[in-house]
């Protein structure tokens, strides 16, 4: 009897332990789609807060309050470092990055990561400004081109132009499965998201960024 009991606890463990392990992949995979698919595309239905792009039920009171994990590099950073950063961010190092930046924006802008859906400090900022690059401080998008995708990232339909170009490198990514147009800062080459077709007019472009990848400057008035 006493073995049959210790056989049961142990086939109970590893059971638990294999559901544990499957929700946390699910997890994982229902924030890619969250960030990668369009709202719209796949609830058919009007933007309902709560509801994430996969059709799953997310928190969004909870998670929306700030983490606190994104801040303007120039509040305490090294004057010469900054320097270097914004002026010639080619010759910055990894672990000046790290120096430079908070973990969550290292993780993101220098190590391709991908920021929780709703926490980022300028998903609902409605100011008029400039959106800058958190790495390099290089203009990226105009606020008059920020909408609300439902995504829980900030979202922009078009860039800053300067002349016929931007300060964006796109380039194919193939991870996750999914086939889709990485966006890089041109200048430091800092990760910033992703672009789609399925943007509102007249581009009908959805720039997917991460907010631990901006800076935010205010328009003075």
């Not at 992949?25 to 229902?30: N, Q, V």
Request: net charge positive; charged share 25%; proline share 4%.
């Amino acid at each position: 009897m006493h073995t049959f009991r210790r056989m049961l606890r142990g086939r109970t463990a590893l059971v638990f332990t294999v559901l544990l392990n499957t929700c946390q992949k699910s997890a994982r995979g229902i924030q890619q789609i969250c960030q990668f698919q369009p709202f719209w595309k796949i609830v058919r239905k009007p933007l309902v807060s709560g509801t994430c792009a996969s059709g799953a039920f997310v928190s969004r009171m909870a998670a929306s309050k700030y983490s606190g994990t994104e801040k303007d590099p120039a509040v305490d950073a090294d004057p010469q470092l900054l320097n270097k950063a914004r002026e010639k961010p080619q010759e910055m190092n990894d672990e000046e990055w790290q120096e430079l930046l908070t973990s969550m924006q290292y993780q993101v802008s220098r190590g391709h990561g991908t920021e929780r859906a709703w926490t980022g400090l300028h998903n609902e900022n409605k100011e008029t400004g400039m959106y800058k690059c958190v790495c390099c401080n290089a203009d990226l998008f105009p606020s008059k081109f920020k909408f609300d995708s439902g995504s829980g990232w900030p979202s922009f339909y078009d860039t800053l132009k300067i002349g016929d170009s931007d300060n964006i490198e796109r380039k194919t990514d193939g991870s996750f499965g999914m086939r889709r147009t990485e966006v890089l800062c041109k200048r430091c080459n800092a990760h910033l998201g992703h672009v789609f077709n399925d943007g509102p007019g007249p581009t009908k472009l959805r720039y997917c960024i991460n907010s631990a990848s901006l800076n935010f400057e205010k328009e003075e008035k």
